[in-house]
């Protein structure tokens, strides 16, 4: 709030919480919710999430890692898809999908999950 320069019930209108939220939360009487951390993290990207949880990190946040970077995923080999193979999977029924992927592939499928941007996810077993 001081960053922007917004008072508590400009914050609460702009992350669409109640006033009386923002002045639980900052008077220490109640502790934010994991949807009013995501609702902050929608509206304020700028804001990193370990900042905003444990004070530790940086505000704004600091440039993203270069794609080169090594990953979570970096040494998971992914399989060869030639270009004109490729195909969409977006707005298929899940069998669908599961089909293209194994078409693709020589290993049988053990799940696939989506990730949606609000935070959510769901884990669809063939």
Same mark, same amino acid.
């Given at each position: 709030?001081?960053?922007? /320069?917004?008072?508590? @019930? +400009?914050?609460?209108?702009?992350?669409?919480? =109640?006033?009386? !939220?923002?002045?639980?939360?900052?008077?220490?009487?109640? %502790?934010?919710?994991?949807?009013?951390? +995501? %609702?902050?993290?929608? @509206?304020? $990207?700028?804001? *990193?999430?370990?900042?905003? +949880?444990?004070?530790?990190?940086?505000?704004?946040?600091? @440039? /993203?890692?270069?794609?080169?970077? $090594?990953?979570?995923?970096?040494?998971? *080999? &992914? $399989?060869?898809?030639? %270009?004109?193979?490729? %195909?969409?999977?977006?707005? =298929? $029924?899940?069998?669908?999908?599961?089909? =293209?992927?194994?078409?693709? &592939?020589? =290993?049988?499928?053990?799940?696939?999950?989506?990730?949606?941007?609000?935070? !959510?996810?769901?884990?669809?077993?063939?």
């Amino acid at each position: 709030m001081d960053y922007y /320069e917004i008072s508590a @019930a +400009l914050l609460a209108d702009k992350i669409e919480v =109640q006033r009386s !939220s923002i002045s639980h939360i900052l008077s220490g009487r109640n %502790k934010p919710s994991l949807d009013f951390v +995501l %609702k902050i993290l929608k @509206a304020f $990207p700028e804001v *990193e999430l370990y900042w905003l +949880l444990n004070g530790v990190g940086s505000f704004p946040k600091v @440039a /993203e890692l270069k794609a080169s970077a $090594p990953t979570l995923f970096s040494d998971i *080999e &992914t $399989p060869e898809i030639k %270009k004109n193979e490729s %195909k969409t999977i977006e707005n =298929q $029924p899940n069998h669908d999908i599961e089909r =293209q992927i194994k078409e693709n &592939t020589d =290993q049988e499928i053990e799940s696939i999950v989506i990730f949606y941007k609000n935070g !959510s996810f769901k884990n669809y077993r063939p």
